[in-house]
């Protein structure tokens, strides 16, 4: 099992325009990744299951790449999961990762795990973000295998979620939301919503890779 949220978190505004648009990634120490791994643990219950290690960095190119109007992002992924992975013989690998969505009825972009607050003045509301990717790789030849909601079931039920609520977000007070962006790492109140909404994003999509 390869953990890589790799903890930075994001402190999103979207003021009325897009002169008061602010975005920052700030590094946290808060156990996200050791959190993704306890969760995916719980999820497999009687799956042997190890984490595996990888160079600081690793990633990078992944989560910022260089502009390319050809970027292959499964390739990608495939490749470099097959150089960290080296000769840790496992069946498969389970990778969890920062995901990308859309601020539904907007073309923003939410990337990862974050705060957004959008408006201005009395006029704003707050939302935590949890956009996360789960891939499973075939542990020989590091093919991607069709995950648990890809089956017409599936994306009936997932378009239909959809037009109830956006599972990724969790509306929470603005008073959550940091004054500077950098204040958020040292926020446990911001820490502990932030985790309690990961853990319960990653026990609800986890549970149907392990039942395939």
């Known amino acids: 099992m390869i953990a890589a949220t790799q903890d930075p978190f994001v402190v999103e505004k979207i003021g009325l325009t897009v002169f008061g648009n602010e975005y920052a990634e700030v590094p946290v120490s808060w156990g996200?990744?050791?959190?993704?791994?306890?969760?995916?643990?719980?999820?497999?219950?009687?799956?042997?299951?190890?984490r595996i290690a990888?160079?600081?960095?690793?990633?990078?190119?992944?989560?910022?790449?260089k502009p390319s109007?050809?970027?292959?992002?499964?390739?990608?992924?495939?490749?470099?999961?097959?150089?960290?992975?080296?000769?840790?013989?496992?069946e498969r690998y389970v990778v969890v990762t920062r995901g990308e969505g859309m601020l539904p009825g907007t073309n923003q972009p939410l990337r990862g795990l974050?705060?957004?607050?959008?408006?201005?003045?009395?006029?704003?509301?707050?939302?935590?973000?949890?956009?996360?990717?789960?891939?499973?790789f075939d542990g020989q030849t590091f093919e991607i295998?069709?995950?648990?909601?890809?089956?017409?079931?599936?994306?009936?039920?997932?378009m239909a979620d959809s037009f109830v609520q956006d599972e990724r977000l969790r509306k929470v007070d603005n008073s959550l939301f940091p004054v500077t962006a950098a204040d958020s790492a040292g926020n446990t109140t911001l820490r502990d919503n932030m985790r309690d909404f990961l853990t319960e994003r990653l026990d609800k999509i986890l549970p149907p890779y392990f039942a395939q």
């Open 32 to 50: 996200l990744d050791d959190l993704v791994f306890a969760r995916v643990r719980a999820a497999a219950r009687a799956t042997p299951l190890r």
């Open 54 to 65: 990888y160079a600081k960095g690793a990633f990078d190119a992944y989560y910022h790449p």
């Open 69 to 90: 109007l050809f970027r292959n992002e499964r390739e990608e992924l495939s490749n470099l999961i097959r150089q960290i992975a080296g000769n840790a013989g496992c």
């Open 114 to 136: 974050g705060i957004l607050n959008r408006g201005a003045g009395i006029i704003s509301y707050s939302f935590l973000y949890a956009y996360i990717g789960v891939t499973v």
């Open 145 to 158: 295998k069709k995950g648990p909601g890809v089956t017409l079931e599936g994306v009936m039920k997932h």
